[in-house]
């Protein structure tokens, strides 16, 4: 009888060894929470081969690469990977109709020919440290005003001596909604160049059909060189600049993946929120998703159908479409996976748990009975606020899009108005820049639609209380696109040299007359509406909802009890780890963990713009000479993992038990969206571009095999 208790026991726990762990987890703690986990996953290495500030390891070849994407080196001459849609707007910047890189791909056939990026940087992580007690040092027994105003002084003292003279960039964030607090420390290189990109009809390939979803066969990755001056110290772009040195990039891996691989994804994953309470799970789910979706659902129709119709909108709102189709598509699944998991009532069952927790400690009626009232209190309002507040951002601030413009000539209006003149000059310099980009991606026409939809759908959806004096009335007199097309004929903002004229010449007094332009009218008394009534109310709840949320997290890692607890996604560097494996999307569908250079030539169809294959691509692939990169007859192309990951991830290394890398990671499953909210082991799946295919493309489609020699390949 001991026996088999024992036997089922161990074998449950191995079971759950084999099973995707959720949460993205902090550098220096792997050792303390989750190094035996991951060895017993087959993990090979150490924490120190991970992190570890005074030794060259994994840490030191990760990067921010950009804004908001990951990247990583791999090579000692500081070659580094990342996504295609991470060096997306690069590539395009340097592209025109003659060069066309979008289009055809691009490759530096030598150093000379790589190309440099002003205002595109990667961050290096120096080292990351709890600095919770020096945060919050002397801040007992005050007042929370007192406070907050404490934990800024005590952080821009802890940021100001770290940074040693401007040497490091410094950053402290709270963790678990304030309960500690980690300092990140960075050296900023900013001369990096475009190495290469295969074309979008590869480094798209599926376009946003197949965006979040599985099988996939994209080869979504770009190359870049990151340079250093002479001391391999960050230096803005010269000609006199060095490829740069790491201490350590990833050696690549060509041994591939099977299936139940132990992976590992190290990032800088953005935001996830885990711990949320079931009322914004509820409000989220349920009102948010469903509204933004709705309204998105409007502006693709149009755009959509105007791109079909004519190819120069095509590629003017290519890149819009592709923003706004994104989260649309996510929300969707985001919604669908928390149905399926009876989010709200999973949530209401783990705060039913925590009270009776909080009951049996003598803490409920002490400290959180008042939480969750408060919590009550609080999500009844914001679900009223957010609401207003999700209709003008999608409607008001990014929908229709000449209000864009608008709100731009509102603030050197309001520089005029204030009297100051160096703002006033700014605004203008700010204006006048962006106006040729504007115009260049703008049909005026595509635009009227979507005033003409969407500022009804801004009238029906709010409450009168949120709208200007008098708006539903002036809105229903529009219901006429003549009369739309009149306003946009008499608004100055619709037309580009008149609008370049006045911003660039006109005096202050020719400026303020846009305060009678029709648009403009239009557009500041929805902006005063919003930054009156509904932002302020946002923002103050927003307040109030994470001081509670600060409370209820401490009591859930009280209750946890010393418990490992994954800290939600904050844009620092992450590990999640996994194995590589496929998943179960529905009834009677088995998804295989990887895809193949066929499966892209099954997808081939020259009509459709997203599946239209390279002619060169379909010659490789009709030769069957794949050379080092054949397995089985084909080309590995993609595979998924179960590693836990978000927006942020892209082009993260996704290495293997040695700490090798095997793949780019880029995106996710769409049955497993709502890992952002709430992970399951069994939907949630990341997805990566084999390593092989990247090299496969560089090598035998690009003929740019000269680049795999400065990298360590490890057959
Ligand atoms: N879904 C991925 C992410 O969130 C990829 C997006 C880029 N691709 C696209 N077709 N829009 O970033
Ligand atoms: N595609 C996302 C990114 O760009 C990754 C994800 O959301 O899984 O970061």
């Avoid at 009102?287 to 959509?304: A, F, H, M, V």
């Avoid at 390279?614 to 998924?640: A, H, M, Q």
Wanted: hydrophobic residues 35%; proline residues 4%.
């Amino acid at each position: 009888m001991k026996k088999i208790v024992l036997f089922t026991l161990v074998t449950l726990l191995s079971v759950g060894y084999l099973f995707a762990k959720e949460g993205m987890w902090i550098p220096i703690l792997l050792e303390k929470y989750n190094l035996a986990e991951m060895q017993e996953m087959g993990f090979k290495l150490n924490a120190q081969d991970i992190y570890d500030v005074n030794n060259a390891c994994m840490k030191d070849a990760v990067v921010i690469f950009g804004g908001g994407c990951t990247g990583e080196l791999i090579s000692g001459d500081g070659l580094l990977i990342t996504n295609h849609h991470c060096g997306y707007r690069n590539i395009q910047s340097h592209s025109s109709v003659e060069n066309d890189y979008l289009t055809d791909g691009f490759w530096a056939m030598n150093r000379s020919e790589e190309l440099s990026n002003p205002g595109l940087t990667v961050r290096f992580l120096e080292y990351m440290e709890d600095v919770t007690e020096k945060v919050l040092e002397g801040t007992e027994s005050i007042s929370e005003e007192e406070k907050q105003n404490q934990i800024k002084k005590n952080s821009s003292a802890i940021q100001k001596e770290a940074a040693i003279d401007g040497k490091f960039s410094t950053q402290i964030k709270p963790l678990f909604y304030g309960n500690q607090y980690f300092l990140y420390v960075y050296k900023i290189y900013k001369d990096v160049r475009l190495v290469g990109a295969p074309p979008s009809a590869i480094g798209k390939f599926g376009g946003d059909t197949d965006n979040w979803m599985w099988p996939r066969h994209t080869g979504d990755f770009s190359l870049f060189r990151v340079y250093a001056d002479k001391n391999n110290e960050p230096a803005e772009y010269s000609e006199d600049n060095v490829p740069f040195k790491p201490k350590k990039f990833f050696p690549i891996s060509m041994k591939g993946v099977q299936e139940n691989d132990f992976t590992m994804v190290f990032g800088y994953p953005g935001s996830t929120m885990q711990y949320w309470p079931s009322k914004e799970v509820d409000i989220t789910m349920n009102q948010r998703d469903p509204n933004r979706i709705k309204i998105r659902d409007t502006k693709l129709e149009i755009i959509g159908a105007d791109m079909e119709a004519d190819p120069k909108v095509r590629i003017q709102y290519a890149a819009k479409y592709a923003g706004i189709s994104n989260a649309w598509k996510k929300w969707q699944g985001e919604i669908k996976g928390l149905k399926r998991l009876d989010a709200v009532n999973s949530k209401l069952a783990f705060e039913k748990e925590f009270k009776k927790w909080a009951l049996e400690n003598g803490e409920w009626e002490s400290d959180y009975q008042e939480v969750f009232s408060n919590f009550e209190t609080l999500y009844a309002q914001y679900k009223k606020y957010i609401h207003a507040s999700d209709y003008y951002s999608e409607i008001v601030f990014r929908g229709v899009e000449i209000f864009r413009l608008a709100g731009q000539a509102n603030s050197i209006v309001n520089n005029i108005e204030n009297k100051q003149t160096d703002k006033v000059k700014l605004s203008r310099k700010t204006m006048l820049g962006s106006l040729p980009r504007f115009f260049k991606d703008f049909n005026q026409t595509t635009d009227e639609k979507l005033f003409a939809e969407l500022m009804p759908m801004l009238v029906e959806g709010v409450d009168d209380t949120f709208l200007p004096l008098d708006f539903a009335e002036s809105i229903n007199k529009f219901q006429s696109d003549k009369l739309i097309k009149k306003v946009y004929q008499k608004s100055i903002l619709a037309d580009k040299e008149k609008l370049t004229d006045l911003i660039e010449n006109g005096s202050e007094k020719q400026l303020l007359k846009l305060r009678k332009d029709p648009l403009f009218l239009m557009y500041n008394k929805l902006r005063m509406k919003s930054e009156m009534d509904i932002s302020p109310k946002v923002r103050s709840i927003n307040d109030e909802i994470t001081a509670n949320m600060k409370k209820y997290m401490a009591g859930i890692m009280d209750m946890k009890n010393g418990e490992p607890l994954p800290a939600d996604a904050n844009m620092t560097l992450r590990v999640a780890y996994g194995k590589v494996e496929g998943y179960l999307p529905k009834d009677g569908v088995a998804y295989k963990h990887y895809t193949t250079l066929s499966g892209i030539m099954e997808k081939d169809n020259p009509e459709i713009y997203d599946y239209d294959v390279p002619d060169r691509l379909k010659e490789i692939f009709n030769s069957g000479d794949f050379g080092k990169y054949e397995v089985n007859g084909d080309v590995p192309v993609c595979f998924t993992a179960s590693n836990h990951t978000t927006g942020g991830n892209s082009g993260s290394p996704v290495v293997n038990a040695n700490g090798e890398l095997i793949g780019v990671n880029f995106d996710r499953g769409w049955e497993g969206t709502m890992s952002d909210i709430m992970f399951d082991p069994d939907q949630c799946r990341n997805i990566a571009i084999d390593i092989r295919y990247a090299l496969f493309l560089i090598d035998r489609f690009a003929g740019a095999g000269y680049l795999l020699d400065e990298m360590e390949i490890v057959e």
